[in-house]
């Protein structure tokens, strides 16, 4: 079968591919990132990180409920300053391979996510990815600041103004108007939505009675979150202009046509690392470019948005 590329472009980035690698699967290491962008993924995010050490919560931290993963890994995190170090290393490996680097960061109030941002930025991202919308450290950081549109905007703010790279916000499933958020941010100075972080979730062990996560709650990814992250991503590309790194329970390359045809100008694939093992990224891309030639889609660019069309 004849494939048509997978060629596309994000924010003036020519990528090989739209699948991308989520935050927090693998992107711990330098040698982790290289290795996701070999095995196929045209952009690679790292794990989120603050501007302190964190260690995370106790085990157990994820579990495979059956239907996806849930998990309350707890944002552990080496701190922003060893993260600058490793992002440097990965954007010095990851540059020949014309793959971007996008940093992760986040913080408990607004001036440390502009003091997150500030210090990773130092090892020049390609794109940094504020995630304002963790649901498993609630204990600590209260209502995750994807929640509101006022919190929302007040960290974009502060974060475009702490870095001169694009920006992307990191948005939450669980609010009552996902689209006006996303208006808010972008309002605010955001280059770009990824779209969505996971839902929040419990699983409870019936012979012990007890939630099985030591978080008690935790968040749902996976093939669960699919149906969700789609209507997320659909009303989100009905209100803005900017890009959508359209994220969730992505495991097939039909779930990627789908994502791109919901509106995402990329496709974060998470989970399915998990499930299917690194040489996911590259697999998902193959199945996405024989959907496209068996159904006639000329390109990734073609299928963008195409859910929105009444014809
Ligand atoms: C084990 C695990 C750890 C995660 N850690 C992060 C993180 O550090 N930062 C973040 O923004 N998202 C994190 N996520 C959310 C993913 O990036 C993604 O938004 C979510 O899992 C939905 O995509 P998926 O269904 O393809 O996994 C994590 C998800 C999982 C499963």
Redesign the pocket.
């Given at each position: 079968m004849n494939t048509p590329p997978l060629r596309c472009e994000f924010l003036g980035f020519e990528l090989h591919t739209p699948i991308v690698l989520?935050?927090?699967?693998i992107g711990t290491s330098a040698a982790l990132l290289v290795r996701a962008a070999q095995s196929g993924a045209g952009m690679v995010?790292a794990?989120?990180c603050g501007p302190r050490p964190r260690v995370g919560h106790p085990n157990p931290v994820?579990f495979d409920f059956g239907g996806?993963?849930i998990?309350a890994?707890g944002?552990t995190?080496p701190g922003a300053k060893a993260e600058a170090a490793l992002l440097a290393e990965a954007k010095a490996q990851l540059a020949p391979l014309g793959v971007p680097l996008i940093a992760?960061i986040?913080g408990g109030t607004v001036s440390e996510f502009g003091t997150a941002a500030q210090i990773v930025a130092a090892s020049e991202p390609d794109l940094l990815?504020v995630?304002i919308?963790?649901p498993n450290v609630g204990d600590e950081f209260g209502t995750p600041f994807a929640g509101a549109v006022e919190s929302a905007a007040a960290v974009t703010e502060a974060v475009r103004g702490a870095v001169s790279c694009p920006i992307s916000i990191?948005l939450a499933p669980n609010v009552p108007d996902i689209a006006r958020i996303a208006a808010a941010v972008v309002e605010a100075g955001a280059d770009a939505i990824?779209a969505?972080?996971?839902m929040p979730g419990m699983v409870i062990d019936p012979v012990s009675s007890r939630p099985l996560l030591y978080n008690r709650v935790g968040?749902i990814?996976?093939p669960a979150?699919?149906p969700i992250?789609l209507r997320c991503v659909y009303e989100i590309a009905q209100v803005v202009s900017v890009p959508i790194i359209g994220?969730?329970?992505?495991?097939t390359g039909q779930d990627a046509a789908e994502m791109l045809m919901a509106g995402a100008s990329v496709v974060?694939?998470?989970?399915?690392v998990?499930y299917r093992g690194v040489a996911a990224l590259g697999e998902i891309g193959q199945e996405l470019a024989e959907f496209m030639a068996c159904h006639q889609w000329p390109s990734v660019a073609a299928l963008r948005g195409r859910s929105h069309r009444e014809t």
């Open positions: 989520a935050s927090g699967i995010t794990k989120s994820a996806g993963l998990n890994i944002l995190n992760s986040f990815e995630n919308s963790c990191k990824t969505i972080n996971t968040g990814s996976g979150l699919k992250a994220t969730g329970g992505v495991s974060g694939v998470g989970s399915a998990y």
